[in-house]
Every structure is written in structure tokens, then in C-alpha cells.
């Protein structure tokens, strides 16, 4: 008859709205697989194997005793990058809490150029960066060159080759990723919210302790992993501005892989790093609670 439909059109229709969203993330499905998935299963199965480091040729043995013994030389320098990427963590957080707040509330119609500000000298290497900063810190350099002349610090005083020239590196170059998820977490606070606690009485701190910091909780926890993670693996800072005696273990599992050619024990210590910064992060979480998780996450 005239004007009827074909009688497959529905069912066509409806497989396509049924396989669309397969489809849409098929393209971030095989990238996570190529590129994340692949190479984790890869790095668990070298360090359960035994590789001979002069031919490269590694066999599964199943030694799951290179875990511990990985973790029992490894445990100083372990610690180390817990401490240093935990104090550059505090110090991101204490240092952009009030510019991710004066950007929120204060920056009117001006916030993003505000944010570009903010980030603009994050478009130089990482690398870069860092080097500059050796640099900045070197005895004789623009900071304590200039306070030496002028007689305010003594001439043997350094800072570079230190633990804090490694912690400031770290603040400094995981900065953004602080600042940009308590933007968006302060961004999100209804301003009507804040006029009600004013007009309870509630004083300045009042507000801020009872109602800014609730409710920015789940960007401060994104912060924090955002921040504590990578700076945690991170071995270039450490290098260019550290010395010997405060090697973080992201330095230890790149001299195993590319100096030693220890391909079991770098991927038992990257292992180690991965379920003992999982582990903190549960423990985190749990502390924290499960709003901030389900709220941002």
C-alpha cells in the first residue's frame, strides 16, 4: 500500500540506538586497551618471570618473591617519594585554595582569562621547567645569589641537591593539577548558599569552615590524587634537583629498566608503587568518606 513503512525500519532503528553508545566508545575503549590494559599486563607478567640481563630472554618462573625483595631494598627510597610528593601535595593545596577561590568568586566576567594566566607557563616543557628551577636554586643563582650579595644568607647556605629543592619542584610543576579541580569544585557553590549562613550570622570563618570547605570536599579529594600520584612516580625532579641521598623510586625503577636492564625487579617495584598508592587511596577515601568519591567520581 502507499505511505505504509517497511516492516525492518523499527527493528533497524532500534539495533542502532541499542549499539550506539558501543559504538561512540569504541574509540576510548581500544585506546585504554593499546595503551593502558596491554602494557599493565605486560609489566605483572614481567615481574613474575626471571630474565637473564646480559641476553634480555625472560622465562615465567612465577617468583612472586621479587615483590618483597624489590620492596625490602627499595623501602627507603619509597618512603622518600611518599614524603616529598605528600609535602608538595599539602603545599599546592595551601597555595592554590586561595586562587581557585578569589578566581570563583572574584574574577567576574575575567575568570578564564584568569585560568589561562594560571597555566600559561605550564605550556613549556615539563623538562624545561624543571631546569629553570635548577637554575633558580643554584647557589649563585637569581634568588640566593642576589641574598648572599646582600649578606643575608651565609655563603655556604644551598638549597639545590636537597629534599626541598625536589618537594618545590614537585609543588611547582603539578600545580594545575591542584588548582583546576578546586576552581571547579568552589565554581559549583550556589553563592545564595553563602548569603543564607550571612544572614544566620555567620561570621567569614564560620562560613568558610561550615559551609566552603563541605562543600569543595570532593574537588580537594580530586586534588589530591590528581596531585599525589603522579608526583609520587615522578623521577625527573629528582634527578635535575635532587642529590643522592634522596632518590625517590620512580629513579629506581628507571635506572632498573633502562641502566640495569633489570626488567623483573623494575616491574615489581612499579607493581609495588601501583598497589601501595591504591591502597593509600582507599585508605583515603575511606577516611574521607563516600560523598566526595560519588560526587566528583
Not at 502507499?2 to 533497524?12: E, F, K, L, M
Not at 574537588?219 to 609520587?232: E, N, Q, S, W
Request: charged share 10%; net charge positive; glycine share 8%.
Amino acid at each position: 500500500m502507499p505511505g505504509a513503512r517497511p516492516r525492518r525500519s523499527v527493528p533497524r532503528a532500534r539495533l542502532g540506538k541499542v549499539f550506539a553508545p558501543y559504538l561512540l566508545s569504541l574509540p576510548a575503549g581500544l585506546w585504554l586497551l593499546i595503551l593502558f590494559l596491554i602494557p599493565l599486563v605486560v609489566m605483572l607478567s614481567l615481574s613474575l618471570q626471571s630474565c637473564n640481563n646480559a641476553t634480555g630472554a625472560c622465562v615465567m618462573t612465577w617468583h612472586w618473591a621479587e615483590f618483597g625483595q624489590q620492596l625490602s631494598l627499595y623501602h627507603s627510597q619509597l618512603l622518600t617519594s611518599f614524603y616529598f610528593a605528600g609535602a608538595a601535595t599539602v603545599i599546592d593545596v595551601v597555595v592554590s585554595f586561595p586562587i581557585a577561590y578569589w578566581i570563583a568568586f572574584y574574577g567576574g566576567n575575567k575568570k578564564n582569562f584568569f585560568l589561562l594566566m594560571l597555566l600559561v607557563p605550564f605550556f613549556v616543557s615539563f623538562v624545561i621547567r624543571t631546569v629553570v628551577w635548577s637554575f633558580i636554586l643554584s647557589d649563585q643563582g637569581v634568588v640566593l645569589g642576589t641574598l648572599k650579595h646582600a649578606h643575608l644568607l651565609p655563603q655556604s647556605f644551598h638549597v639545590l641537591a636537597t629534599g626541598y629543592a625536589v618537594v618545590a619542584g614537585l609543588a611547582y610543576n603539578y600545580l594545575p593539577f591542584t588548582a583546576l579541580p578546586l576552581y571547579v569544585a568552589i565554581e559549583r557553590i550556589d553563592k545564595r548558599v553563602l548569603d543564607a549562613a550571612y544572614d544566620l550570622y555567620a561570621s567569614k570563618r564560620q562560613a568558610f569552615m561550615n559551609v566552603i570547605l563541605p562543600l569543595t570536599m570532593p574537588g580537594l579529594f580530586a586534588a589530591f590524587l590528581l596531585t599525589f600520584i603522579p608526583a609520587l612516580g615522578d623521577y625527573v625532579n629528582q634527578q635535575v634537583l635532587g642529590g643522592t641521598s634522596d632518590t625517590m623510586i620512580g629513579t629506581v625503577i628507571q635506572n632498573a629498566f633502562l641502566t640495569n636492564l633489570d626488567y623483573a625487579g623494575g616491574s615489581a617495584l612499579s607493581a609495588v608503587l601501583m598497589a601501595v598508592a591504591l591502597i593509600g587511596i582507599f585508605a583515603y577515601a575511606r577516611l574521607l568518606g563516600s560523598t566526595a568519591i560519588e560526587e566528583y567520581l
